[in-house]
C-alpha cells in the first residue's frame, strides 16, 4: 500500500510538470519584429501553459531550421515559404483549427500551405516642392523633368522586379514575356533620370534628405524615418497600378511537435489584437479584415488597407526568382555604357 499511494503521488505531481514543459517553437528576425513577437506571445502561453522558444535568424536559416526539424512555427518571407513549399515542408493549414483565416484578405492565402502574417508595401514616394501635383502612377518616374532626379531600388530587388513585370503587363507582355517591360527599364536606366539603381535603403533615405531624390520607390518604412526625421516635405502614393508588398508568410512544417498547438498559435498571431500590435510598432500592415488600427495612430496612412490591401501587386515569385538573373543579363544589354 505506501508503494501505491508513492507511485500515485508521483503521477499527480508529474502532470503539471509535463503541461509546464510545453514548448513552441517560432522563427523570428531579430530586432523590433522579435520585441513585438515577445510581447504578443505572453498572451499565448498564458492561455495555452505553453512556453515559445523564439528561433532567432536569417530567412534562409529558418528555411534550413524548418528542413532540419529544429522548428514548429516558421515566419519567413514569402521567396522562402515557397521555397518549402516545393520541398513538400509544410502541414496543410487547418482551418477548422485556424478560425482567424476567415478573416483574411482573399489576397493574403498564397496557398492552403502559406498565409500572410502581415504586409508593408514598396510606394512613390516623392518631395513636393518638386513634384507639385501628387502622381497617380508609376509612369511619373520616366517623365523628362525628373533627369537626375529618380531613386529606384537595384535590379535584383523585389520592388524592381516587380516594376519590371508590371511594365511588361502594361506594354503588351506578361512575366513569361518580359521583354516589353525590359525595354521599358532600359528607357528608364538611358533616359538620365536615375541617380542610381541602389542597394543600399538608407542611401536612399539621405538622398530624399538632401533632396537630390525628388520621386522613387520607397519602402513606407523608410517613409517612417524620413517623417521621424522631420522631412515635411516628403509624401508618398500608391499608384493606381497597386504597390509592392513586403510579406511577413507563416507555416508549419510537417516536423513540427505539436501541430495542434502550432496552428493554435498561427490563429494567435491572426487575432486582432496582435494584428494591432505590429501594425503600430513595426508598420507591418494587418492581414485580417477585422483588425482596427486606431485613429489617432500617427502613421495610419502608412500601412497598406482595405482597397489598397487589395490592389498589392504581387507577380509570381518562384519565376521572379528563377528568371531574375537572364533579366538582368538582358537589361544590361539593353542599356547604354
Known amino acids: 500500500?505506501?508503494?501505491?499511494?508513492l507511485a500515485g503521488a508521483l503521477l499527480a505531481f508529474a502532470a503539471p510538470v509535463r503541461a509546464e514543459d510545453c514548448t513552441l517553437r517560432v522563427t523570428t528576425w531579430g530586432g523590433n519584429?522579435?520585441?513585438?513577437?515577445?510581447?504578443?506571445?505572453?498572451?499565448?502561453?498564458?492561455?495555452?501553459?505553453?512556453?515559445?522558444?523564439?528561433?532567432?535568424?536569417?530567412s534562409p536559416d529558418h528555411l534550413i531550421k524548418s528542413r532540419l526539424g529544429q522548428v514548429d512555427v516558421t515566419t519567413n518571407t514569402l521567396l522562402n515559404s515557397i521555397a518549402g513549399e516545393?520541398?513538400?515542408?509544410?502541414?496543410?493549414?487547418?482551418?477548422?483549427?485556424?478560425p482567424n483565416m476567415a478573416n483574411l484578405y482573399p489576397n493574403a492565402v498564397y496557398s492552403p500551405y502559406t498565409i500572410f502574417a502581415n504586409v508593408g508595401d514598396y510606394v512613390l514616394a516623392y518631395n513636393s516642392d518638386k513634384v507639385k501635383t501628387p502622381p497617380t502612377s508609376w509612369d511619373e518616374l520616366w517623365k523628362p523633368e525628373y533627369k537626375n532626379h529618380v531613386v529606384i531600388y537595384g535590379m535584383?530587388?523585389?520592388?524592381?522586379?516587380?516594376?519590371?513585370?508590371?511594365?511588361?503587363?502594361?506594354?503588351?507582355?506578361?512575366?513569361?514575356?518580359?521583354?516589353?517591360?525590359?525595354?521599358?527599364?532600359?528607357?528608364?536606366?538611358?533616359?538620365?533620370?536615375?541617380?542610381?539603381?541602389?542597394?543600399?535603403?538608407?542611401?536612399?533615405?539621405s538622398l530624399f534628405q538632401t533632396e537630390d531624390a525628388w520621386i522613387g520607390i520607397l519602402a513606407t518604412g523608410r517613409m517612417?524615418?524620413?517623417?521621424?526625421?522631420?522631412?515635411?516635405?516628403?509624401?508618398?502614393?500608391?499608384?493606381?497600378?497597386?504597390?509592392?508588398?513586403?510579406?511577413?508568410?507563416?507555416?508549419?512544417?510537417k516536423t513540427a511537435k505539436d501541430p495542434a498547438m502550432a496552428f493554435a498559435f498561427v490563429n494567435y498571431i491572426l487575432s486582432p489584437e496582435v494584428q494591432q500590435a505590429f501594425a503600430t510598432r513595426n508598420l507591418y500592415a494587418p492581414t485580417v479584415q477585422n483588425a482596427k488600427i486606431p485613429e489617432d495612430f500617427a502613421y495610419k496612412n502608412l500601412l497598406v488597407q482595405n482597397e489598397q490591401f487589395k490592389?498589392?501587386?504581387?507577380?509570381?515569385?518562384?519565376?521572379?526568382?528563377?528568371?531574375?538573373?537572364?533579366?538582368?543579363?538582358?537589361?544590361?544589354k539593353l542599356t547604354t555604357k
Open 156 to 205: 535584383q530587388h523585389i520592388p524592381t522586379l516587380s516594376l519590371t513585370v508590371l511594365e511588361a503587363n502594361k506594354n503588351g507582355g506578361s512575366i513569361e514575356n518580359i521583354e516589353p517591360g525590359l525595354k521599358k527599364m532600359a528607357e528608364l536606366f538611358n533616359s538620365g533620370n536615375l541617380i542610381g539603381a541602389l542597394d543600399v535603403e538608407s542611401q536612399m533615405v
Open 224 to 253: 517612417k524615418d524620413l517623417l521621424d526625421k522631420g522631412a515635411t516635405n516628403i509624401a508618398f502614393v500608391r499608384p493606381e497600378e497597386g504597390t509592392f508588398p513586403l510579406i511577413s508568410s507563416v507555416n508549419v512544417p
Open 311 to 332: 490592389r498589392l501587386f504581387l507577380p509570381d515569385q518562384d519565376k521572379i526568382t528563377a528568371n531574375k538573373a537572364k533579366w538582368q543579363e538582358e537589361l544590361s
Open 1 to 5: 500500500m505506501p508503494a501505491l499511494l
Open 33 to 58: 519584429y522579435q520585441k513585438t513577437y515577445e510581447a504578443v506571445a505572453k498572451g499565448f502561453e498564458e492561455a495555452h501553459k505553453c512556453k515559445i522558444e523564439w528561433v532567432v535568424g536569417s
Open 86 to 98: 516545393k520541398e513538400g515542408l509544410w502541414l496543410e493549414l487547418d482551418k477548422s483549427k485556424i
